[in-house]
């Protein structure tokens, strides 16, 4: 695909499927129009609602994706769509209750049939006078490497500055990653063969220590201060070579054994994508959803830097970050064991157009929507700190187990690098 032109304009037409998105609409979530990306920016002075609304609709032509519709088992590009209505809320006098009610219920009714798959809100009533743009977008069509995008786009459009040139678009993507499977080798094919065949086999001996795959979902959440966070970093790049990811994955891989009692653990990856695949498709400005997952091996080695290096060489195994696998095989047949880690979010220094952590914006996805796993790490580097979720549906002993140990293992890896 080397030479290829950038789509420009308003587009329009079908697009395939990525492998994730194929994984999404035939998982049989209940709830597939409440499954969303939402967030809060930060905005030190008062909004001009009619600024915000000429800039979301430029920033409605420029992003493609935000016009999509799915219908008929297929996506495609509507030319042109309006943005919807902008909310507004008051919170001064509200409780934190009253609030995320209220900004889920901005949420929870999109159609990605009817194209209806994101909606924008001005919040007001903060004491110190600052306001909030609210954004909800379909998981669909936006990942969490696509929030940055948003907000700086959104910001020079009310500033009033030129709109920047569209990069590749997610059709090219699509197709770019659709010939990934089909140029890959024999030995790749064979690799991710093998794999499937191995990881199989430990679904029944995790499900032992499930209490019930319908049953009430247990989470926990846990942050890494400052200092471990710093020394992870710093591990990773000047001890390690490596991906701050290596090392998290590497402690699982002992919390996953010691609740196991299997010294081989398999689980799936889930990353950003948007790799190098091409060196005539660039996404850095494309918005979408990009998510890779392929089936990954935790080794136990003799110590910890043993460990380390095992599970940091898997992975450079790995042609485009296991981008083929999904290319190759869909994702029918993963682990039920998910990790998923983004290392830096984006953001600014300025004080304002910032990205509102932790502030909540509603529920984004409905507690009716089962991923059909039995774990899911969910972390996040924000502020300076690594930050995790872990839900699972284990028997409760287990699932204290699985989260001490892994965040002990965790602060055990930053201490020995």
Wanted: aromatic share 10%.
């Amino acid at each position: 695909m080397e030479g290829i032109v950038n789509e420009q304009g308003e587009l329009e037409g079908r697009i395939e499927y990525l492998p994730i998105q194929e994984w999404f609409m035939k998982n049989g979530m209940k709830e597939k129009n409440h499954f969303n990306h939402s967030f809060l920016i930060h905005v030190a002075e008062k909004i001009d609602k009619g600024r915000l609304g000429q800039a979301l609709e430029k920033l409605n032509q420029q992003h493609d994706m935000l016009r999509a519709i799915f219908r008929e088992s297929q996506q495609s590009y509507r030319k042109t769509s309006r943005p919807a209505e902008i909310k507004e809320l008051d919170v001064s006098g509200k409780s934190e209750e009253e609030i995320d009610e209220e900004l889920t219920n901005w949420q929870n009714k999109f159609d990605i049939e009817g194209g209806y798959l994101w909606q924008s809100g001005i919040i007001r009533g903060y004491k110190d006078g600052s306001e909030r743009i609210y954004i909800a977008i379909h998981h669909l069509v936006f990942d969490a490497a696509s929030w940055p995008l948003i907000r700086e786009d959104l910001k020079d459009l009310y500033e009033g500055k030129e709109m920047r040139e569209k990069g590749s678009s997610y059709r090219q993507w699509v197709e770019g990653v659709k010939e990934c499977g089909k140029r890959a080798t024999a030995e790749e094919k064979q690799y991710w063969e093998n794999i499937n065949r191995e990881q199989g086999q430990q679904e029944t001996w995790w499900g032992k220590l499930v209490e019930d795959r319908n049953g009430e979902l247990k989470g926990t959440g846990m942050e890494f201060n400052a200092d471990v966070t710093q020394k992870l970093l710093q591990a990773s790049r000047e001890v390690y070579n490596c991906e701050v990811n290596d090392l998290l994955v590497s402690a699982l891989g002992y919390a996953l054994y010691e609740v196991s009692g299997e010294e081989r653990n398999w689980i799936t990856m889930e990353c950003p994508g948007r790799e190098a695949i091409d060196q005539g498709i660039d996404v850095s400005r494309t918005v979408g959803w990009f998510t890779t997952m392929y089936p990954a091996e935790l080794k136990i080695g003799k110590d910890v830097r043993e460990t380390i290096i095992e599970n940091r060489e898997g992975r450079r195994k790995l042609p485009y970050n296991g981008i083929g696998y999904g290319a190759i095989h869909g994702y029918d047949k993963l682990p039920t064991i998910l990790f998923n880690y983004l290392d830096y979010l984006g953001g600014t220094t300025e004080n304002s157009w910032q990205i509102g952590f932790p502030e909540k914006s509603g529920q984004g996805m409905s507690m009716d929507n089962k991923s059909g796993n039995i774990i899911d790490f969910n972390g996040l580097r924000i502020g300076g700190k690594i930050r995790f979720s872990i839900e699972s549906y284990l028997r409760a002993e287990k699932h204290k187990e699985l989260c001490e140990v892994f965040k002990g293992k965790v602060e055990e890896i930053a201490s020995h690098c």
